[in-house]
């Protein structure tokens, strides 16, 4: 048997026709001797087809068909795997040339559960800047957890991390991913982990983008899974606040997925503790002093590692004291 991984590409796409071509060129392109390469269409009225049937014969398996949404497409290319190592493609993004290889190399120690790549940032054809791939805090479950932020795109699942956590939350559209990765992190803790230099991946922003034009529906979702995440957990007072807090959309909560996200009690307020942390931070760097004094009294300064209560320490201090054109001021 070939000790070269099985990796699995799974492409969601819809109406992406002119960046499509690239996207798969540049997962075909790799030469990778072991991979199965799914393309989910749903339905597109542009020249995605024609695209799509141009490259048929080298994909493992593809459809056109409506579907409910990007995570419903995943999903459907998921019950399709068959590799080793999965991740999905957006079909506006593209490999960095070498990328499966790396990751082949990565994925041989059998400890690895995830390979946390970087991705380049290109806008209009260029690179405006590299990633620093998705957040990881040593030796800060809590923290990580908290603020749970996935640079999806160049982070890389064992596929038995699918096979126990089971399908993307179809109820989001935004961060799914987000959604996912928590429950990784509930599961399996930071072990498993390894973070890499490499670029995997190039990500792109354009006006049509999820990322560009929607900035608020992500967030909108993501203050609803961390609502659901204490709510399941028992912690209501804090599943309370983060409703009288920040904006949430109960509509989208999935009770289906309430074992999925059940943790520890301690782990469940540190984490929203620190979850709270990032939006206090949110808010003073958004000129919104008030509510960031508001958001810091309802955390337990002691649950957090000592240089988030330092962290704390100065966001009190600035927001009742210090302008933020002042500290700015004070930096330079």
């Not at 989001?172 to 992190?185: G, I």
């Not at 190039?202 to 990322?211: G, I, M, P, Q, W």
């Not at 909108?220 to 599943?239: C, H, P, W």
């Not at 000129?287 to 309802?298: M, P, R, V, Y």
Request: proline residues 3%; contains cysteine; aromatic residues 10%.
């Amino acid at each position: 048997m070939s000790s070269t991984k099985k990796i699995t590409i799974i492409t969601p796409s819809y109406n992406q026709g002119q960046y499509l071509e690239q996207t798969i060129d540049s997962v075909l392109s790799q030469n990778y001797s072991n991979l199965e390469y799914i393309l989910i269409d749903g339905a597109s009225t542009d020249n995605s087809l024609a695209i799509i049937k141009k490259h048929a014969k080298h994909l493992a398996h593809w459809v056109s068909e409506p579907d409910r949404g990007q995570s419903h497409a995943i999903n459907k290319g998921l019950e399709l795997a068959t590799g080793d190592v999965i991740n999905w493609l957006n079909s506006d993004d593209y490999l960095e040339s070498g990328a499966l290889q790396i990751l082949n190399e990565k994925f041989s120690e059998p400890t690895v559960n995830v390979v946390i790549g970087r991705s380049h940032i290109v806008q209009n054809g260029k690179v405006i800047r590299t990633s620093l791939g998705t957040d990881i805090y040593e030796d800060n479950l809590p923290k990580t957890i908290g603020c749970a932020r996935i640079d999806q795109p160049e982070t890389y699942f064992r596929t038995k991390v699918f096979d126990r956590l089971g399908p993307l939350n179809e109820m989001l559209h935004f961060v799914m991913d987000k959604e996912f990765w928590l429950r990784y992190l509930i599961h399996f803790g930071l072990n498993g982990v390894d973070r890499i230099p490499d670029v995997l991946v190039n990500f792109r922003l354009h006006a049509n983008s999820k990322t560009q034009s929607l900035a608020s529906k992500f967030e909108l979702e993501s203050n609803t899974l961390m609502y659901q995440f204490a709510a399941i957990n028992g912690v209501r007072d804090k599943a309370t606040l983060i409703t009288q807090m920040f904006p949430c959309d109960l509509e989208k909560l999935n009770f289906a997925f309430t074992e999925r996200i059940k943790a520890e009690p301690d782990l469940v307020l540190k984490s929203i503790d620190n979850f709270f942390l990032y939006k206090a931070d949110e808010a003073y760097y958004r000129h919104h002093h008030s509510k960031c004094l508001s958001i810091l009294s309802h955390i337990n300064r002691d649950s957090l590692k000592e240089a988030d209560q330092k962290r704390f320490n100065r966001l009190a201090l600035k927001s009742r004291y210090l302008p933020v054109w002042l500290i700015k001021q004070l930096r330079t």
